[in-house]
C-alpha cells in the first residue's frame, strides 16, 4: 500500500503542495482522534455560539476549526485560511504562499448521532505580487483551484484528494498513515440513485419539482426506469457515494429564502466539491451554469447544487431549461 506522500511525489506533485496537503492531513487525524472519543471526551453537544450562517455552532464544530486554524496558519507557506466556522479570514506567514478554505465539520447536524462527517477543503495560491492580506486574495473562481478534496470520517477515515490529475482515496491506517486504496476514480455517467432533502419539495422551483416528480414516477412514468433516494444529511457522505458508485446529489434554491440561491457554500462546499465530482468525470451545475465559474464576491456566498453522475446532471439541466 503507497503513503499518501509518496504516491503524491510519484506524480511529480509541487513539494510545498504535498506538504501543505500533509499539514491538512495532520489536523484531520487530529479531529477523526476526537470524534472516536465522542461523549467520553465530553466533545458532542452544541455550544452557546452562532456561527455567521446563522447555525448554532456544535462543540465539534469549534473544536475542529480551531485545530485546523492552528496547524495550518502555524506553516509559514500558509498565508490565510478562511472557513465556516469564522466570520473574516485569518491570515498567518505575509510571505505565505497558499490560501486554504474549508468546512470543518460538513454534516455536523449528524455528530450527535454517531453519523457520518467529514472535513472538507480546498487550496488556492496567493495572486503573484499582492501583499496586503484581505478577503479579495479568497475570491477566485473554483478553476483556479490547485487543490480539493474532503476526509469522510466514516467506519474508516477517507481522504478523496483531488491536485487537478485525477481522483484517488487514502483511508487512515491504524498506524497514522493515510494509504492510497482507490485510484483514478471514475463517476458512472448514468445513476438510478437520486439524494435530495425531499421535505423542501414545496418550495422548489418548476423545473426541480417535474424532475424530482419524474424520478418518483419511476418505470411507470416518462424515465421508464426505477430510481432509489439516499440523503444522509452530510455532503462529504453524499459526494462519496457518488464517488463509489454514481448518482445525482442537489441542494437547490428553495423559496424559504428566495434572496439566496441556496444553503451551500461555494467556497468551502460547492467549490472543493465540485472539482473532485469534475475531475471524476461527473458535472457539477447550480442547475443552471457550472460551478467552477462562478466568480466569488463574498467568503460565504451560497450556491445551488446539482452534482454527480454527467448524464444524469444533463437531464436535471434540460427539465430547467424547459421550465425557464
Ligand atoms: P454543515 O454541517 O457544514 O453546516 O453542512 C451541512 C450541509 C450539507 O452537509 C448537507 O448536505 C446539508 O447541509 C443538509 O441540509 P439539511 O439539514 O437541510 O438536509
Ligand atoms: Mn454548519
Ligand atoms: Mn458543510
Ligand atoms: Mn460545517
Redesign the pocket.
Known sequence: MQLLSNFLKHKKIDSELIELIDTLMLACKEIALQLREGELAGVLGVSDNTNI?G?TQKKL?IIANEVLKKVLLDNPIVRGVAS?EEDFPVFGNSDGRFLVTFDPLDG?SNIDINVSVGTIFSILEVPAGVHENSVDLFLQPGVQQLAAGYVLYGPSAVLSLTTGDGVNMFTLAHTGDFLLTHEDVTIPADTSEFAINMSNQRFWEPGMRNYIDDLLAGSEGSRGRNFNMRWVASMVAEVHRILTRGGIFTYPWDSREPQKPGKLRLMYEGNPMSMLIEQAGGKSSTCYSRIMEIQPDAIHQRVSVALGSRNEVDTLLEYHQANK
Open positions: 450562517q447555525e464544530d465556516e455536523s
